[in-house]
């Protein structure tokens, strides 16, 4: 790889094609692009409307608009007296001494054209090409740029809400509030969509539709609420200060009165508060053994207690479909790089 050749306003050639000019802040930028402004209409003969030159912001796209034309202005000063106080037209006005009423008259013509110089932001030049090549590029005259898309996004989650929330069964509404979805969270979804093209979500879900795995998270509802009902006391005589084989809360009796008091209020209503479903994380087989002591049993009490608190931990861990637990890669690599811990989901695995 070759290293950089040093940039030099006057000398540096004003090569076809494209070139890199890599420069910290406070290096100079602007002071080198109105010095290549002027180059160009020196040394090539170009007119101002030949010559596009785009920045980020309309206050710096002003500023540069301002140093560009004072730059022109005093180029041909510099070649009408000959002399220059500024280094970069010392150099110019010496290099072009035998040509100098022609310089000038060049300079003098980009002035009066100036009005016509194509100097705006990305945005804008982007907007006016859209514009002047309506027929190709498929857009209407009058098509209006929007530098801030945020009221925009936020209108489309709230629609996404709206169309398949709103009329949704309460255990699809309140497993999703549980889990922290709503609008908010699918705005920011979809930045993240907009700001990374390229991103692949990769989940179980995927190819499923909505209609599809909020009927499995009922029937799967369902199948652990019967359950519940059915042996409740047999489940509940595994758990508390009898129970050797568990860590807290499984051996508090206090903590376990308040778990089964949020079961109940889980269970006793299909509209109950989205709250109330995280205790069925506790009951899960993963939680179990999370906190089952050292050499400790399964919770055993009875053979059928046994088998009903297992028969329920299986419906709680198994009674939430991945909805959407995405990770996601790009096609590249950038995006992945630059959001190396990103994870979404709305999945419950307990």
Request: net charge neutral; proline share 4%; charged share 25%.
């Amino acid at each position: 790889m070759k290293a950089p050749r040093p940039f030099n306003l006057t000398k540096t050639p004003l090569a076809r094609g494209t070139s890199l000019i890599e420069a910290s802040a406070g290096t100079g930028k602007t002071y080198a692009i109105t010095a290549l402004f002027v180059r160009l209409i020196v040394e090539e003969n170009l007119s101002v409307r030949e010559i596009l030159a785009v920045t980020y912001t309309d206050a710096a796209t002003e500023e540069l608009r301002h140093r560009v034309r004072q730059a022109l202005v005093l180029a041909s000063q510099a070649f009408a007296s000959g002399v220059s106080e500024i280094p970069f037209l010392k150099s110019l006005v010496a290099k072009y001494r035998n040509q100098s009423r022609e310089m000038e008259a060049r300079l003098q013509n980009a002035l009066c054209d100036f009005d016509e110089a194509p100097i705006y932001t990305i945005h804008g030049f982007c907007q006016r090409t859209l514009r002047d090549r309506a027929f190709e590029s498929g857009l209407l005259f009058d098509t209006e740029l929007v530098t801030d898309p945020s009221e925009f996004m936020q209108e489309i989650a709230d629609d996404f809400w709206r169309r398949h929330f709103y009329e949704a069964g309460p255990i699809l509404v309140n497993f999703a509030l549980k889990n922290g979805f709503g609008p908010t969270r699918f705005l920011g979804l979809l930045r993240t969509c907009t700001n990374y093209p390229q991103i692949e979500f990769i989940s179980p879900a995927k190819g499923r539709s909505l209609d599809s795995l909020s009927a499995e998270l009922e029937t799967r509802y369902q199948a652990a609420r019967e359950v519940w009902f059915a042996e409740a006391d047999r489940i509940k005589v595994c758990f508390g200060s009898a129970a050797r084989w568990g860590n807290s809360p499984y051996n508090d009796d206090d903590a376990m009165a308040v778990l089964f008091d949020q079961l109940e209020t889980s269970f006793s209503e299909s509209d109950s508060a989205f709250e109330a479903l995280a205790c069925l994380a506790d009951f899960c087989t993963s939680s179990l053994e999370a906190n089952k002591r050292k050499n400790g049993r399964e919770p055993v009490q009875s053979t059928a207690s046994s088998a009903s608190a297992r028969r329920f931990a299986r419906r709680s861990e198994s009674g939430w479909p991945a909805f959407s637990s995405p990770s996601w890669h790009s096609r590249g690599q950038s995006c992945r790089a630059a959001k190396p811990s990103a994870r979404y989901s709305i999945t419950m695995t307990c």
